[in-house]
């Protein structure tokens, strides 16, 4: 028996992470999230959803992402809006995310790494990958992927241990710049034109995405302890600020 039993605990515990449905939810050009971070992401009117996916990226971390396009008529995808909530698991406390972009910016008041290329339609994916996840809900709508693109990926790490992430990839159909992938590539014809063409695509990643940090939902005033009451009183002098907080605690 205790065989038996030795034998179902190592079966269990070697099978990899389960995951629960989508938790963010998506209306229309938005989607909120109400933790890991608590955020607002509103993107162009003109997108269209096209839905989500929740899984155990490689064993290693909880990945869930949402797709949004801008498409024409015959549903050839012109612009790509790719959100990710990311978190390694617990039984691997051990992995970080590490990124090294020297180029941030900050949307919402939150810091992002930022990076840009160019991708072939035809390019290798990596099995399992993200990117495999996404491009498998892309065709089961029906949409189609322009020959190249370009990309913006924006990254906001949540705290010092970096174990989770905020990821926002905004890609264009490459086709307007009248160059290729090939063409834009480090060793292509055109890759001295890259860098006003990525500065340009970078601003226009910042201008359609809007992020907005929002208040903890799980927050009211009556979960101050006396302390931080003394200290709110103790700090600030305008007596409305106080009456306020007191008089929403007894409420």
Known sequence: MLRQIAAVFLVCTSLPAQTNGPERKAEGNVITSQHDPNVRIELPKSVQYVGADRWVLYDIAD?????????NGQKNVQRLYWVQFEGYVPTRPELKHKYDSPRHATMGGLDFYVDAWVRQKDAETQKGSDREHIEALIRAKGY???EGMMYVR?????DEQKRKE??????EDLSHTGFTATDLSERGRAFSRWPVIEDALI?????????RVLGNP???VGMLSANALHALHKNFTNSSIVCFVCSSMIQ
Do not use: Q
Request: aromatic fraction near 8%; proline fraction near 3%.
């Open 63 to 71: 990945c869930e992402l949402h797709a949004f396009v801008e498409a």
């Open 144 to 146: 189609k992927m322009p």
């Open 218 to 220: 799980n927050f009211n």
């Open 166 to 171: 905020l990821m926002v990839i905004y890609g």
């Open 154 to 158: 924006l990254v906001h790490l949540l």
């Open 203 to 211: 601003e226009r990643a910042k201008n359609k995405i809007t992020i």
